[in-house]
């Protein structure tokens, strides 16, 4: 029998990783384009995006080789529809991971005790206001591409899907082959 990409283990945490980091790519262009700050300089977008993933790679990619590892398992026997939907609130999921981690990314020093807290009523205010904004903005990207995702998996996972077993109907005469005789299957 035939590995299929789909049945490798790594190839899918890599596939797995890699859109992960495209959906990353694609929050923060979306909100570097987006924001107030930036609004001017739109063309720097991409730039400033891809250095974003890259720093928030850390948690990017091993929340996407986790997906990729086990996005199959989840989706097999699924229709398509089904999937999508399995694969959507798999992305909620992610969304909501990724948006804690992001906050830990950003609020790292004051976190670590390497910055002063001057009014911590504040700063909790703070926190609590980005973090949803990124919840808002992540976890409808996440789940809308980790939802798209499921769904054309589910169609390659059973267009490549081989029984393990050979069912006894494979065990057959075929026709005879050039330079004669039969063979079994």
Known sequence: MRASHMTSIGWRIVVGAFIAASAAFVWALLSFTWSERHSSDWYYSPLVAGYAVLVASWFVLPIGGILGAFMPMVIRGCSRRRAFIRGFFLGICAGLFAAILMMV?????????????????????????????????????????????????????????????????????????????????
């Open 105 to 185: 990314l950003i609020e790292w020093p004051d976190i670590s005790g390497q910055a002063a807290i001057v009014d911590r009523v504040a700063w909790w205010q703070s926190v609590r206001g980005q973090f949803l904004g990124c919840l808002a903005t992540m976890t409808p990207i996440c789940a809308v591409w980790v939802g798209v995702w499921a769904l054309l998996w589910s169609r390659r996972v059973w267009s490549n899907h081989q029984s393990p077993e050979p069912s006894p109907a494979a065990f057959v005469f075929r026709e005879p082959r050039v330079g004669g005789g039969f063979f079994l299957r």
